[in-house]
């Protein structure tokens, strides 16, 4: 079992900054594939980051160049550091873990509870 807890949301205005934080419970840490997704008001959930045990990366083409995912083993924390905002980044944040990286973009088996990130214009 994994619980993930996010941290770091909150309201900034476009062109700003925010990194979340991503704590996860257990030992095997180190062994999972970490992901990012985020939902906004009346949308579905999307994927946008994930990074592997071993540290290959992949994004969601709309973050790009702007977000980068990260993840310190020692500390049981994975990160997302989101820079140039937009107004349509603004959403729920979640965290995902699952043992398989090919997973943990789509249909990841652990999920925390979220944290809002607002972006302002």
């Known amino acids: ?5 996010e941290s770091g949301g909150g309201l900034v205005q476009a062109g700003g900054s925010l990194r979340l934080s991503c704590a996860a419970s257990g030992r095997t840490f180190s062994s999972f594939a970490m992901g990012w997704f985020r939902q906004a008001p009346g949308k579905e959930r999307q994927f946008v980051a994930a990074i592997s045990s071993s540290g290959l990366r992949r994004y ?4 790009k160049g702007r977000f980068t995912i990260s993840r310190d083993n020692a500390k049981n924390t994975v990160y ?3 820079n140039s905002l937009k107004p349509e980044d603004t959403a729920l944040y979640y965290c995902a873990a699952d043992a398989s990286y090919a997973r943990v973009s789509s249909t990841p088996t652990y999920w925390g509870q979220g944290t809002q990130v607002t ?3």
């Open 1 to 5: 079992q994994v619980q993930l807890v």
């Open 60 to 63: 969601a083409d709309s973050v």
């Open 80 to 82: 997302l550091q989101m």
């Open 119 to 121: 972006v302002s214009s």
